[in-house]
């Protein structure tokens, strides 16, 4: 079980740290990651971090403003956001599955069998 925290209210361009702690089941061999899912739009990738070897994935959109790191010792995951924009704006969801998957795949929602509830951000002046 996957439960996500630290969303909030934010103006733009400030920073907001999202974390993702398991429970039941070490994920030190799965790959991890955050999507997000805006009203009326699809849930998209945001950033990933496979299992072995532990690269680092990011959306376009978020690259070089958003962190994700992993805490395996501790089994939980974070998304650091910095920089924030309105568009930003959206419900974060944390996702886990086993293994590897292909690089094609890890940015899919299908990859994934394992979900938190999801923490709200509002990035807004």
């Known amino acids: 079980q996957l439960q996500a925290s630290g969303g909030g209210s934010v103006q733009p361009g400030g920073s907001l740290r999202l974390s993702c702690a398991a429970t039941?089941?070490?994920?030190?061999?799965?790959?991890v990651a955050w999507f997000r899912q805006a009203p009326g739009k699809e849930r998209e990738f945001v950033a990933g971090?496979?299992?072995?070897?532990?690269?680092?994935y990011y959306a376009g959109s978020v690259s070089g403003r958003f962190t994700i790191s992993r805490d395996d010792a501790k089994n939980t995951m974070n998304l650091q956001m910095n920089s924030l924009k309105a568009e930003d704006t959206a419900v974060y969801y944390c996702?886990?599955?086993?293994?590897?998957?292909?690089?094609?795949?890890?940015?899919?929602?299908?990859?994934?069998?394992?979900w938190g509830q999801g923490t709200q951000v509002t990035v807004s002046s």
């Open positions: 039941g089941r070490a994920i030190t061999t799965y790959t």
């Open positions: 996702a886990a599955r086993p293994g590897n998957p292909a690089l094609s795949f890890l940015r899919t929602t299908m990859a994934y069998d394992n």
């Open positions: 971090i496979r299992y072995s070897p532990r690269g680092t």
